[in-house]
């Protein structure tokens, strides 16, 4: 079985990094033995990143007051990595040179993939990223997109096989090489047709279901060998926007006023308003017949405490003055608004607040 992650941000990292070192500990208990191994592959999108990571390896901590391990190219048996610069045009692979007892360890950068686990920001999926993925796709890829936010447009080609994946796992980048495990949560995964699906999507699915079953249960059984909490979710589109009313309370906020995920809740003015974009949100939702719950609002008090220290993702790309995941965010509210013909006020001036921090934002 091969894997790519694809994208080199902190859940990236964190993926790659404990993946490779449970695949590392796999590879040593079978030496000797005819075991063919598993390989993973990370891709960044940029060149430069790809090049620190093959010069330096990967720091991973596994919290913040762990001791730091370093995973050096060599010592990860199947595992290489390669950078895609913003074009998304395939860059030649970065020397990622390893040790590995197994023959087809020598296979080309050019192998398909059989599971690409998808963690770019909402941003950099477009329609040259599509077309570089297309070359890493085979018949039976399954594809698991890992993102805040939700996409309305059509963005996944009908006979793919695309899963998605909620996860409250938390992670810091400290540098392009460098990551620290900073929360444990817990990742759910499910076909995605139950959110975007074309009837096409669906009975294609189905048509390989088998496969999908089988590579699914790969990655659960990597992930929770690898020691994360992962499983196959009964009901991905509500958790989808569960995670999306989340996002749209604490991203832009904290964003907004350059604070940490926890001092959110400092102050009464602060939880008004966010309650304000929350019952916005729901009465969104309402209209449209997404099913909501109350307890939501609690687990978003509940994200800003498990989180307190954490900058959020929106706050730490307008600190690094990056394009921001608003659009598929507060945007993707307002966008349900508009089907349902309502106004999304809160959430119109959440976009309109963030979009004007910087002047390269999406459209
Ligand atoms: C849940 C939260 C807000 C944690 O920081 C997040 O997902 C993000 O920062 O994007």
């Keep these: 079985m091969r894997i790519d992650i694809v994208g080199g941000g902190s859940l990236g990292l964190l993926f790659f990094s404990k993946l490779a070192l ?124 890992m993102q805040n936010g939700l996409r309305t447009d059509r963005i996944w080609p009908d006979a793919w096989q695309v899963y998605v994946a909620v996860t409250t796992e938390g992670a810091k980048k400290l540098s392009p090489v460098w990551v620290v495990h900073s929360g444990h949560g817990a990742t759910s995964i499910g076909d995605a047709a139950a959110l975007y699906g074309t009837s096409a999507a669906r009975d294609m699915a189905k048509s390989i279901q088998h496969y999908d079953e089988g590579t699914i249960a790969f990655l659960l059984k990597s992930l929770t060998k690898a020691g994360f909490n992962a ?31 926890g001092e959110l809740l400092a102050s009464k003015s602060r939880i008004m308003i966010m309650r304000q974009l929350f019952d916005e949100a729901a009465a969104v939702y309402g209209k449209n017949d997404i099913g909501w719950s109350e307890s939501w609002w609690n687990d978003i008090l509940q994200v800003c405490c498990a989180t307190s220290a954490n900058t959020s993702s929106m706050l730490a790309d307008v600190l690094n003055g990056r394009p921001t995941e608003i659009s598929w965010i507060n945007g993707a509210i307002i966008g349900l608004a508009r089907r349902a013909n309502m106004k999304a006020d809160a959430h119109e001036w959440m976009c309109r607040l963030i979009e004007s921090l910087t002047t390269e934002e999406a459209d």
């Design 231 to 261: 499983s196959l979710s009964k009901d991905i589109k509500l958790e989808v926007y569960r995670k999306l009313m989340i996002n749209a309370v604490i991203n832009p906020l904290t964003a907004l006023w350059r604070i940490a995920n």
């Design 22 to 145: 449970s695949w590392h500990t796999d590879d040593m208990e079978h030496q000797g033995n005819d075991h063919q191994p598993d390989r993973l592959h990370l891709w960044t999108r940029t060149k430069a990143q790809a090049q620190h990571i093959c010069q330096e390896g990967i720091l991973f901590q596994t919290g913040q007051d762990q001791p730091v391990q370093k995973l050096l190219p060599t010592s990860i048996s199947g595992c290489s990595v390669a950078g895609v610069e913003g074009s998304f045009k395939l860059e030649q692979a970065a020397p990622y040179e390893h040790t590995t007892p197994y023959e087809h360890a020598t296979e080309t950068i050019t192998e398909k993939a059989d599971l690409i686990l998808l963690t770019v920001k909402q941003q950099h999926v477009n329609r040259e990223f599509i077309q570089w993925l297309s070359e890493r796709v085979h018949k039976h890829t399954i594809i698991v997109t």
